[in-house]
């Protein structure tokens, strides 16, 4: 955001724009800013900021594109979401969508159904598919080949089981990074469950 401080609009939009910091403030990826532009004259005009509040989307190492969308909390946390890959909810919170690789999901769907020898050979194509993922997938994906592996050790109840415990963990205080930690797991393995 670039904006001015004697702006009324600025003014009225900064409760929402603190509350989408707060909401992305967990994503690495991610940063939520702000610049006065009558301080730094020079950025606002090396990014063509004639009114204000302007907002842009920067992704990395790439020019900013103008947000020309609505100006509530969904519609910002909507277009991060859709822009960085991301998944919050306004509150910070990860979604059910959080972690799930539809690229696995037709793996998983097989390991489910499959008799305990094919388990073996299907969770070997998920350990190749895992193998070519990057960034922030291949650590969604390693959660899917602990899942299969438990699964495999478990039995076939490991999934359910699984997100029963860390439902109730997740009903208590839970230091926010462990809360993404377990909700990532907590959907890879509905899933496995979801599948069966």
Known sequence: EFYAPWCGHCKSLAPTYEKVATAFKLEEGVVIANLDADKY?????KYGVSGFPTLKFFPKNKEGEEYGGGRDLEDFVDFINEKSGTSRDGKGQLTSKAGV???????????????????????SKI?????KLEGSAARYGK?????????LKKGADYAKNEIQRLER???????PTKAD????????????ASSS
């Open 41 to 45: 004259k020079d950025l606002a005009e």
């Open 127 to 131: 350990e190749e598919e895992v193998g």
């Open 169 to 175: 963990i997740l009903e208590k205080s839970v230091n």
């Open 143 to 151: 959660i899917y080949l602990k899942a299969a592996e438990n699964s």
């Open 101 to 123: 690789l539809a690229n696995l999901n037709d793996l998983v769907k097989e390991f489910v159904k499959a008799g305990d020898d094919e388990k073996k050979t299907i969770f």
């Open 181 to 192: 930690e377990f909700t990532l797991k907590k959907n890879i393995l509905y899933t496995f």
